[in-house]
């Protein structure tokens, strides 16, 4: 038992002094009113979650959710596979692993640009489907929401592999062999074997993933060209453009206790996630 | 099906470096906009002779490493502490910290710091920071180490322990050489996620440790510039060559 | 496990304490304000060095300095934060026997509506926000109203700043781009809801290389930015509408908690020589608010059109002011309305 509460009381002790204390701060100024020129001033008021109970708030809700959905989907298709591979490959599997994590260690804000400058009009992808006359005018493929949706699964695809990777790498060859033995295809044995054996992977995964996604700014911003405002663009521009520092900490807190809601019905239900 | 896994795995990876080919390519070019004018290594000359960015790049490396380290370590005894008994306060706490959104995170912080320091004569510096990337990074590794260990055959502890060993050396000596690949999957997001960090950064750094994120942000704001480009592709090739040499290390162990 | 931070901590605090033997100035600015040898000369003639660092909005510099504890000696605010710093006491009134070079200044800035005296702030640099676009378009714009033509196939963009499309939907009503009327900004957010579905975007400089490039045909942009695309390429021109347009200028300021006032006060200037001025504003191709600075600069920067405009062109512009509170919350709403529409 002692041995337990050693193990928990660092981390505990971050917690409570570096996150818990600052959310108390942050509770505090949502209930307080906006200085003329941003910061915090008395007097105390509940109006700023009132205000966020708007529908124009509530539509934007709505479509962040979506669309991070969306990306943890598509993100979850197209890391699978890829987490399998390394998972499975003999050899070189911390390599592969960190050749995953390398182009992350760059600015996520240029390799932002990097993708506008390659979907523009005049960008790469448009000038070669040009070129090989597969279109016949540049496609839009910049500035909407398929382009919001591509740059976050880029943006978080690592954070997809890595806990499915952990996962899938202690996966009991044996198992797939007597799958096959059996006569499964190798479909087969993905889906009913594989699969589920991994499942606490795939949560931790879109846990991961997901969330951030709900409280990105800076990619839809750019990708989106700045047309659909997301709740993280929402949160960013009460500290920024609007100076309403109370607002944006209601919004955030109302979404973080959202958030934790919905999980705690789904971990009632199935799996519990943490 | 392997095979298909390998060709797909090519494709992903050719995905992933896709904008940074672009980078590299345009980091020679001889001209400011996005239009190929000549070859040029004038670019990373001026990358090398920019004491700032050097200094940035170490400041960011320093706080990625020691954030890193800390929280891998602290996070997975934490970890391993939840999988054998359950703490819904923590958990909750930890799960949250990932939710909140980074700019509210960083702004409360920085009240915290700045209510702090009327107690002492500090400043925000590189320790703030630190403290900063150990809070929000703490989640990744506890999320990364419980999934793992919801594989984890408990059999293997109980031999240990039947066999005489007590807890700590139960979990040295079995559970940690086990949970190695886990260990490194968390430390490795954890230093991605530091090292990149923009928002909370630039909130709770003090004067002088600007970190390279910021000073990225700073120069790449109007659009692809080539000195950042040329930048980039350095600490690409950098720690790229490093990560080889790892694994080389590692495999002739 | 904090130990080694606090270690580190405490190895850092001393660290700084100790490297006292060289004075020091920390300076906060714009990006592209200082040229390249502007602050290693300064450096090396007052035996100092400089801790540079840029910031994006005024939003995020007011954010950092709010506190009164940030390190900063020399902000840079724009003119519509001159008045909230003021009353946050953040600025350090100016002495004025200190600063010689001050009557360098245009006469358009020595009494500036923002601060009349100049008792806090200098002007530093100034632009305004017009249209940049492609010569070769059929329709050439010349007011804020034909970006809202389906003239440019959708190829225009507007700056990604509600004060900045407001002012643009506002002085087509016409109004003022400082407008607080509850009306005149509800049919300006209905401007802009119209003007949407033309848009490709919502983008600040980024558009920069789009505009160079042909992606884009249109944009609303700030002059200086303007001035460099077309330095780049030359079939571009810039348009100051003719209904009216916005205004700015940055001024250099000493925080009240500066410990380095000596320097900050050569610093300012230093800034205002006309030698070390003119090199900035060519280098970087923002307009002084210098005269000094400004006759020294070659002839085509000097009567740069785009950077300078002559004078009727300048009484089309007005200046950005702050805003009380209500008026901020009703156009944050407003522009959270046009932006999800």
Not at chain 3, 48 to 73: F, I
Not at chain 3, 303 to 315: E, I, K
Request: aromatic share 12%.
């Amino acid at each position: 038992m002692r041995l337990r509460s050693i193990f928990l009381a660092p981390t505990a002790l971050v917690m409570v002094l570096l996150f818990f204390v600052p959310l108390l701060i942050a509770l505090a100024y949502s209930l307080l009113t906006r200085g003329p020129y941003g910061g915090v001033f008395p007097p105390w008021t509940i109006e700023n979650y009132q205000r966020a109970l708007d529908p124009l708030y509530l539509a934007i809700l709505w479509r962040s959710v979506w669309l991070a959905a969306v990306s943890t989907a598509l993100c979850l298709f197209m890391g699978f596979p890829l987490a399998l591979y390394i998972a499975r490959s003999a050899r070189h599997k911390t390599l592969l692993l960190n050749l995953v994590m390398l182009p992350f260690w760059t600015s996520s804000l240029i390799r932002t640009y990097a993708w506008m400058f390659l979907l523009r009009d005049t960008g790469l992808v448009n000038t070669l489907l040009e070129g090989l006359h597969i279109v016949r005018a540049p496609l839009p493929l910049l500035f909407n929401d398929g382009a919001v949706v591509l740059g976050l699964v880029y943006g978080f695809l690592p954070f997809m592999v890595l806990p499915l990777y952990a996962t899938l790498e202690k996966l009991d060859p044996a198992l797939l062999d007597a799958a096959f033995d059996l006569g499964a295809t190798p479909w087969v044995a993905l889906r009913r074997v594989v699969v589920p054996l991994s499942k606490p992977g795939i949560a931790a995964g879109c846990v991961l993933v997901f969330i951030p996604c709900l409280g990105a700014y800076l990619t839809p911003d750019l990708m989106g060209g700045g047309k659909t405002v997301m709740l993280g663009n929402l949160v960013q521009s009460q500290f920024t453009t609007a100076r309403d520092w109370p607002f944006g900490a209601a919004i955030s807190l109302l979404l973080m206790l959202l958030v934790l809601l919905v999980a705690r019905a789904l971990a009632k239900q199935g799996e519990k996630l943490l | 099906m392997r095979r298909f896994l390998a060709l797909y795995a090519g494709a992903a990876y050719l995905f992933l470096y896709l904008p940074l080919v672009v980078l590299g390519v345009f980091s020679f070019n001889s001209s400011k906009i996005a239009t190929w004018r000549g070859f040029t290594f004038d670019w990373y000359r001026s990358v090398f002779h920019n004491a700032a960015l050097f200094e940035g790049t170490m400041n960011s490396l320093i706080i990625a490493l020691v954030a890193t380290a800390v929280s891998t370590v602290i996070g997975t005894l934490a970890g391993y502490a939840l999988w054998k008994k359950r703490a819904p306060w923590l958990t909750n706490a930890l799960y949250m910290s990932l939710l909140a959104p980074e700019i509210i995170i960083g702004v409360s912080l920085l009240a915290l710091f700045q209510w702090a320091f009327r107690f002492g004569h500090l400043r925000l510096g590189l320790h703030t920071v630190i403290l900063a990337h150990i809070s929000f990074s703490l989640v990744y590794v506890v999320i990364v180490i419980l999934a793992r260990l919801r594989t984890f055959d408990p059999a293997l502890e109980e031999a240990a322990s039947d066999l005489g060993a007590n807890r700590w050396q139960v979990f040295r000596h079995v559970t940690i050489p086990l949970l190695m690949p886990a260990i490194l999957a968390a430390g490795l997001l954890c230093f991605t996620v530091s090292f990149d960090d923009y928002v909370i950064t630039s909130l709770v750094a003090g004067v002088d440790s600007e970190t390279l994120p910021m000073m990225i942000y700073a120069m790449a704001r109007k659009g692809i510039s080539p000195e950042v480009n040329a930048l980039s592709a350095m600490i690409t090739v950098g720690l790229g060559v490093l990560v080889l040499l790892a694994s080389r290390l590692e495999r002739s162990r | 496990m904090n130990r080694r931070v606090f270690l580190m901590g405490v190895a850092g605090a001393t660290l700084g304490c100790t490297t006292g033997h060289e004075r020091r100035l920390n300076v906060y600015n714009w990006e592209n304000y200082v040229a390249a040898s502007t602050l290693p000369d300064f450096e090396r003639e007052f035996h100092c060095r400089v801790r540079y660092a840029t910031y994006g909005s005024a939003e995020e510099m007011l954010a950092k300095v709010m506190s009164g504890n940030s390190g900063w000696d020399v902000v840079f605010p724009s003119n519509s934060f001159v008045e909230p710093m003021r009353q946050l006491d953040l600025l350090a009134p100016l002495d004025h026997t200190r600063l010689a070079n001050l009557d360098n200044l245009s006469p358009l800035f020595r009494a500036p509506e923002w601060d009349p005296n100049l008792a806090f702030t200098v002007p530093y640099m100034h632009s305004a926000t017009g249209i940049v676009y492609s010569k070769s378009v059929a329709r050439p714009p010349v007011s804020w109203a034909d970006l809202w033509t389906d003239s440019y196939s959708r190829r225009v963009t507007m700056l990604d700043d509600p004060a900045e499309v407001f002012a643009a939907c506002l002085k087509q009503l016409p109004a003022s781009i400082n407008s607080g009327d509850d009306r005149e900004l509800k049919l300006a957010r209905d401007l802009g809801v119209q003007q949407k579905p033309l848009l490709r975007a919502y983008l600040n400089e980024e558009v920069r290389d789009q505009v160079v490039t042909g992606d884009v045909l249109a944009a609303q942009m700030w002059a200086q930015v303007a001035q460099v695309a077309i330095d780049n390429a030359p079939n571009l021109a810039f348009a100051f509408p003719s209904e009216g347009f916005a205004l700015y200028a940055d001024s250099c300021s000493i925080l009240r908690e500066s410990k380095h006032q000596d320097l900050a006060y050569e610093f300012l200037n230093y800034l205002l020589r006309p030698q070390v001025a003119a090199a900035i504003a060519n280098e970087m191709r923002s307009a002084t608010c210098n005269s000094a600075a400004r006759e020294l600069l070659p002839e085509a920067q000097r009567q740069n059109a785009v950077l300078y405009p002559p004078v009727d062109v300048l009484a089309r512009g007005e200046w950005f002011r702050p805003l009380p509170t209500g008026v901020q919350r009703l156009r944050d709403r407003y522009w959270t309305e046009i932006k999800s529409a």
